[in-house]
């Protein structure tokens, strides 16, 4: 599972993120607790809601 920063977030546009999110959410299930690939979900959907938070946008 690739980790999304903060900065390559910025870039996608609302839907994209809200999409990201989604998928990220219903792939979370798939990863057992204490693996990296949960981590960088986590980490990830954390990136998401900072991102759109700095940019104003709501889900």
């Known amino acids: 599972m690739l980790l ?4 390559e977030l910025m870039h996608l546009t609302r839907d ?3 999409n990201l999110d989604g998928n990220l959410r219903h792939a979370l299930a798939e ?6 690939e949960r981590y ?7 990136n998401i809601r900072r991102a759109m938070g700095r940019r104003g946008l709501h889900y």
């Open 16 to 18: 994209e993120l809200c």
């Open 31 to 36: 990863f057992e607790a204490g693996t990296c």
């Open 40 to 46: 960088a979900v986590l980490t990830t959907l954390n």
């Open 4 to 7: 999304w920063t903060i900065g």
